[in-house]
């Protein structure tokens, strides 16, 4: 293929993904199962270019950023809390599936040898939670399942490969012993994590010398390529290392990096994962004539070949089933969930079994068994059947089992609410810094400084949900400010296209402009979305306090007196757990339930507002 189809065709690809994801966002579908569609419908089009996928293109090319990616994305502590599950999803449901598609398999095609049943039983079996992940933050699935299956996606892969290549060099003539296989396994987890200990503790410490975001970002574009290509090299699992390192630099990136060098990089991998992980599924799409029309040249029946590729979608599906549930209730056995305090209902276990969509690594790791290889063709066409048959019959169901299922989804009054509490804690800590600092102030910095924090907080405590025909405080300033931005900017290019103003200087002035937009909390949608959702729930820390004072039925037409005596107009009310005085909230102009606290030393107030159902303790800054 020349340079220019190269090219071309690499561009039609990052344009097909663009147009199907945008497509998919206005008909409300999944863009995974479109652009399978898309690459499906393609792939027997005269005038599309074949594309065949490589191992060596998708496991050097593809896989590296994508588990970079994820693994940055991925909490160091919710992976710890969860590396119980995780673990028996990654390596022992692997094994699990690899057996029992190789029993199914060898039962199925006539005179396969073991060791070929259990290459396809290694290639079908590690779920890709690229698109469970997308669909169930979409759905709302809970992210304790959402942390399992990406936890899950993370290594389960490094098990599959393992397990493959043991049933490659069988098919070439080794010799198989269990004990053989495992030291393998060690071996290669054991290499991996070292690999990735090791490319951690090189980039934190060069990272510790740049200041220069680029330069960093840069660093970072090659981190997982170089580690995957030096595990390999030294015969280590490249997806451990890629993972360990890209968990532990993503874990200490607020330690190591700048500000400037995070926010950079966060956008970078974003970006590269977006157009990755949606292209995967265009180039799977896009498979479909090449392999089909092989395996009808082959010299099974047609009835032998689909019976052989359902069965295996079927196997996958039932086993991953057959193993969540002993697993959770005999091995795992959750505890209450850290956040909510609830425990996990059945439903999640459920969600988390069916959430088992193969992708593209599935499909590039059939490549490897040899051509030489007895049914080859069909073996190619199974791993496709299985991959696409889990993305359409698990992806296009899971919203519709989440709902009949009533699956409990992510409360976002609970996430404002953290999100407040979690900004009011910083801001004491803040504030105690501030005043162990010496400094000579008389240009009043120091009360500007305190200003912008309590401008800060009451934003975010404006989200949890204020009257719901007012506007809030934070709201208006966000409306007003982007205007002015606009006419800001507006003269600024006038000045900028009339040449008068060195080109540099209003690049930093638009700069400046574009950061301070970015910045403006605008939360009407998520406060509507609140209104819908919110639901008592307990966030983080609950103090002995909130302990003590249980919610109250709040007065029946709630008004701040002060405010009214005052000829004031409150945002929100809240309530005194102790005597049921009725205050205004900070975010007012009377401030009058903080007054009163400081007045009484009366701790816990609750919010007074319909449709919001929360507690605050003063002396400890948490909330229940």
């Not at 290669?188 to 680029?214: I, T």
């Not at 969509?357 to 063709?377: K, N, Q, S």
């Not at 162990?436 to 008389?442: G, R, T």
């Not at 009310?573 to 009377?590: H, K, P």
Request: proline share 5%.
């Amino acid at each position: 293929m020349a340079a220019v189809e190269i090219t071309l065709l690499l561009c039609g690809l990052a344009v097909g993904v663009l147009a199907c994801t945008w497509v998919a966002e206005k008909v409300d579908v999944p863009a995974p199962f479109l652009l399978v569609v898309v690459g499906v419908i393609a792939s027997y089009v005269p005038w599309v270019p074949n594309v065949e996928l490589s191992e060596d293109v998708v496991l050097f090319g593809l896989l590296p950023p994508l588990l970079y990616a994820a693994a940055q994305s991925t909490s160091l502590i919710d992976f710890r809390v969860n590396k119980r599950p995780i673990l028996l999803l990654s390596v022992g449901l692997v094994a699990f599936t690899t057996a029992g598609v190789a029993v199914v398999t060898h039962l199925l095609l006539p005179g396969v040898t073991w060791p070929v049943a259990f290459a396809i039983g290694a290639v079908v079996a590690p779920p890709d939670a690229v698109a469970a992940t997308a669909i169930g933050r979409r759905i709302g699935l809970p992210r304790r399942v959402v942390t399992i299956l990406e936890g899950e996606s993370l290594l389960n892969d490094a098990t599959a490969l393992v397990a493959l290549g043991t049933a490659v060099s069988l098919i070439g003539g080794g010799h198989f012993s269990v004990p053989h296989v495992g030291l393998d396994f060690l071996l290669a987890a054991g290499g991996g994590v070292l690999v990735g200990l090791v490319f951690f503790f090189v980039v934190a410490r060069v990272r510790k010398h740049l200041q220069d975001p680029v330069l960093d970002s840069a660093l970072s574009l090659v981190v997982p390529f170089l580690a995957f290509a030096v595990s390999e090299e030294v015969h280590a699992s490249g997806v451990i290392a890629v993972v360990v390192a890209g968990l532990l630099l993503g874990h200490q990136a607020p330690v190591l990096q700048s500000a400037q060098s995070r926010i950079a990089e966060r956008l970078n991998w974003r970006t590269i994962a977006f157009l990755l992980e949606n292209a995967v599924f265009l180039l799977i799409g896009l498979q479909a004539w090449k392999i089909i029309r092989d395996a009808g040249e082959g010299s099974l029946s047609w009835g032998r070949i689909l019976a052989v590729c359902f069965a295996a979608l079927g196997t996958c599906i039932v086993l991953r089933l057959a193993w969540v549930f002993p697993s959770r209730y005999l091995l795992v056995r959750p505890g209450p969930d850290p956040v909510t305090g609830e425990q996990p209902p059945w439903t999640s276990t459920f969600m988390l079994g069916w959430a088992g969509m193969r992708g593209v690594v599935t499909l590039a790791a059939a490549f490897v068994i040899p051509e030489d290889t007895p049914y080859r063709e069909v073996l190619l066409l199974t791993a496709f059947t299985v991959v696409a048959g889990t993305l359409f019959l698990q992806g296009m169901t899971l919203p519709w089992f989440a709902r009949r299922l009533r699956v409990p989804s992510p409360d976002p009054a609970e996430d404002a609410l953290a999100r407040a509490t979690l900004l009011q804690q910083a801001s004491k800590a803040a504030l105690h810094r501030l005043d162990d600092l010496e400094y000579d102030d008389q240009q009043g910095v120091v009360d500007l400084i305190r200003q912008r924090l309590d401008q800060r907080n009451f934003a975010a405590w404006e989200r949890l949900g204020t009257v719901a025909d007012r506007e809030s405080p934070s709201d208006l300033y966000a409306r007003v400010r982007l205007s002015m931005l606009e006419a800001e900017r507006t003269k600024v290019l006038k000045i900028r296209d009339s040449g008068k103003v060195d080109s540099d200087v209003v690049a930093d002035v638009l700069a400046m402009l574009d950061v301070e937009e970015s910045m403006l909390d605008i939360a009407t949608d998520e406060r509507r979305e609140l209104q819908e959702y919110s639901r008592r729930r307990r966030t983080g820390f609950v103090c002995d306090d909130l302990n003590r004072y249980p919610v109250v039925e709040t007065a029946a037409s709630p008004v701040c007196q002060h405010c009214l005596d005052d000829g004031l107009e409150w945002v929100a009310l809240r309530q005194c757990l102790e005597c049921g005085e009725v205050g205004c909230c900070d975010s007012s102009a009377g401030q009058h339930a903080t007054a009163h606290f400081h007045e009484t030393t009366h701790p816990v107030m609750e919010t007074a507002e319909p449709g919001e159902d929360w507690r605050w303790c003063y002396v400890h800054h948490a909330t229940a």
